[in-house]
């Protein structure tokens, strides 16, 4: 029996399994150590098999240094990572997320991103260590318009052990909920 695969926040302690992959895979660790926060790890029976990093900023997100293991491609599971990820930039209301890629334009055309002129990205988004790495300057670079209802968000799932982005939703409802009952009082 295959164990199964679970799409969960990267913790600290991933860092050096999430560097492995990468290398294995010719891509660059740089900036990955700031991105925990908001890197998703696909993890299988207890080991990190895939992850997908963004970087966060005011204009936009950028969706970095996306890797599964060989043992587990064709699973679904790239597609569960970016959907994770997309998930987070719709909590942290990003506008848009973009990428640079050199071989998957279709493959992330199929996930909704389309392809852009390096000068419709915001100067923030360009000025990231990606946009100005020699491996990915004669890359195609993509974006991904995001709605940002915060009803279609609190419907996309994005797993973290049990928890959901509906988890999440109603949490960050009642801390809210707690605020305003707190500032009434004090105003009374």
Known sequence: ???????????????????????????????MLQQIPTTVVAR????????????????????????????????????????????IATTRRMPAIYLLTITAAEYFARLGFTRVDRASVPDIVKDSAEFKGPRFSSAVVMRKTLHLDPRRASRVVFLQGSRTIEHFWTEALAAFRQQVEAASTNQH
């Open 1 to 31: 029996m295959i164990p199964p695969i679970e799409i969960e926040s990267a913790r600290p302690q991933d860092l050096d399994s999430i560097q492995a992959l990468l290398a294995e895979h010719g891509l660059l660790l740089n900036g």
């Open 44 to 87: 299988m029976a207890g080991r990190v098999v895939g992850s997908a990093g963004l970087e966060l900023y005011a204009d936009g997100a950028l969706l970095r240094s996306i890797v599964v293991a060989p043992q587990t491609r064709r699973r679904g599971v790239g597609h569960r990572l970016i959907e994770a990820a997309i998930a």
